[in-house]
């Protein structure tokens, strides 16, 4: 079946506790993305990848690290968390990146609650 | 940056009823799509339409890019259709996505 996911699904972590949130693709697309979400600011960029080793910061960077080291994993990374990541993160994927001319349609993971005290 | 607003912001809907759902963008994009996000917070595709007009069952979408505005109808409208509807778009030129303010709709047996 073709689909994201994304791991874990729930998390609850302190302050300052290294974490990874996984996220993993099998369709072969070429973008994937985090978002995160939060009441009242809706859904937001955080980094994206439009291929192998080359990725971009969106609308919401700081505090995160990504990398692109294989074409079906992109992993998040929160170095040092605070309670401001607290967050509904999404990963998603899609063929294109969103040029004109290639196919861009995003397909979402299923989510990860963080929640950081 | 491009902005993008969702109308309504809230719709409630006597179960049967119809509803159109709008998405105003300030710039020209090269990528639509429309959303639900159910109860349950999941993110479900519903069109990809940067352009032209899409149905699906209940449902279709329409994209003008030209006058930069996309509609979403939902007819017939059942208590599963309840949830935050999104909108998404990418500003042409980039690859970033811009998420709409979502539309929440409530649908009452």
């Known amino acids: 079946e073709a689909q994201v996911t994304q791991n874990p699904r729930y998390l609850i972590t302190v302050t300052g506790k290294k974490l990874t949130v996984t996220c993993s693709q099998n369709m072969n697309h070429e973008y994937m993305s985090w978002y995160r979400q939060d009441p009242g600011l809706g859904l937001r960029q955080i980094y994206y990848s439009m291929n192998v080793e080359v990725t971009d910061k969106g609308d919401v960077p700081e505090g995160y690290k990504v990398s692109r080291k294989e074409k079906r994993n992109f992993p998040l990374i929160l170095e040092s968390p605070s309670p401001n990541q607290t967050s509904l993160y999404f990963c998603?994927?899609?063929?294109?990146?969103?040029?004109?001319?290639?196919?861009?349609?995003?397909?979402f993971g299923p989510g990860t609650r963080l929640t950081v005290l | 940056g491009i902005q993008v607003e969702q109308s309504p912001p809230d719709l409630i809907l006597q179960e049967g009823a119809n509803s159109t759902l709008r998405c105003n963008f300030s710039?020209?994009?090269?990528?639509l799509q429309w959303f639900h996000q159910n109860p349950w917070g999941q993110l479900i595709n519903l069109f990809y339409?940067?352009?032209g007009t899409k149905q699906n069952g209940r449902l279709s979408a329409t994209t003008v890019a030209t006058e930069r505005y996309s509609l979403l109808y939902i007819s017939s409208s059942q208590t599963t259709d309840s949830g935050v509807y999104f909108c998404?778009?990418?500003?042409?030129?980039?690859?970033?996505?811009?998420f709409g303010t979502g539309t929440r709709l409530k649908v009452l047996a």
């Open positions: 998404a778009v990418v500003r042409e030129g980039t690859y970033k996505y811009i």
């Open positions: 998603a994927s899609s063929l294109g990146g969103g040029l004109a001319g290639t196919y861009n349609e995003q397909f």
């Open positions: 339409i940067p352009s």
């Open positions: 710039d020209s994009v090269n990528n």
